[in-house]
């Protein structure tokens, strides 16, 4: 059961991993923007404070998304975990990243149907966006389980990683249905 923040702010990150029950830091361009930094400084100073495992989101096309994914990791090394969006060019980056064994965070996720193409572009994490399903008037923990049990079935090792999460009684139900992460 890791917990993994959805921030890019430092001074919020500091004191929570303080606690050492935070295990790794969720980031993306609007969090990175209101931030108001520079993207790599804050990734700096989250490898420096020791944390292990920092999704980087990368955006543009394929050829741009990959090239950005590569530099990240050859600047931030194992801590850096890219994050693509589930589109066709996101699974194509995911791929091929994959393919170099950089680990690979796929985002915005609402279906089963896109989990399964993630798995199968060798996704290290999956990210349903469970408070976004649960705003459509859908069960978004319910999505956690049904992709839990179709990797479950096909005895897929990527991890799920539940996100857009608003509240704690959804993180114990994502946590029951088998999510591997909240954020
Ligand atoms: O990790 C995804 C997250 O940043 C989106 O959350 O609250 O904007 O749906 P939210």
Do not use: W
């Not at 993994?4 to 830091?25: E, P, V």
């Not at 609402?110 to 290290?124: R, T």
Request: hydrophobic letters at 40%; a negative charge.
């Amino acid at each position: 059961m890791r917990i993994f923040l959805d921030t890019a702010d430092t001074s919020i990150i500091k004191k929570h991993f303080a606690t050492g029950l935070i295990d790794g830091i969720t980031t993306n361009p609007t969090l990175i923007k209101k931030s108001g930094r520079d993207p790599l400084e804050v990734y700096q100073e989250l490898k420096d404070l020791g944390i292990s495992d920092i999704s980087m989101e990368v955006v543009g096309d394929a050829d741009e998304m990959i090239k950005e994914g590569k530099g990240l990791y050859d600047t931030f090394g194992d801590c850096c975990t890219v994050k693509v969006p589930c589109t066709p060019d996101g699974l194509k980056v995911c791929r091929e990243l994959t393919r170099d064994l950089i680990k690979v965070n796929v985002t915005l996720v609402f279906s089963p149907s896109q989990a399964i193409l993630a798995a199968k572009a060798g996704a290290a994490y999956v990210s349903p966006f469970v408070g976004r399903v649960e705003d459509n008037s859908f069960d978004g923990p319910k999505l956690i389980q049904e992709i839990v049990n179709l990797y479950r079935e096909h005895m897929v090792r990527t991890e799920v990683l539940a996100a857009s999460l608003r509240d704690a009684h959804s993180v114990a139900k994502c946590y029951e249905y088998g999510a591997d992460i909240v954020t």
